[in-house]
């Protein structure tokens, strides 16, 4: 994803209207269903995930793609990542 700066966004607004547009493109756009709120309910308690990081988990797992990557930075961890593959 694009690095973009508080002040870069006032510099080039045209830019940054691209980089968005971009990475948007790289987005797989899960709908937010009871299930996953059911799976991420589920995730958050196994894993002491904020609910946030639980709902990206458990449409991560939804999307089910051979080289996804999802990592999360909790309190449990010291805020260091943890990663599933």
Do not use: K, N, Y
Request: hydrophobic share 55%; with cysteine; charged share 20%.
């Amino acid at each position: 994803m694009t690095a973009v700066t508080a002040r870069s966004c006032w510099e080039d607004s045209a830019a940054l209207v691209a980089a968005f547009e971009w990475d948007w493109q790289q987005v797989h756009v899960v709908e937010i269903s009871d299930f996953l709120m059911r799976r991420a309910a589920q995730l958050a308690a196994a894993a002491h995930l904020r609910s946030l990081d639980a709902l990206h988990l458990a449409a991560a797992e939804a999307v089910r793609e051979a080289d996804l990557l999802f990592a999360t930075g909790t309190a449990a961890s010291g805020g260091l990542p943890r990663c599933w593959d």
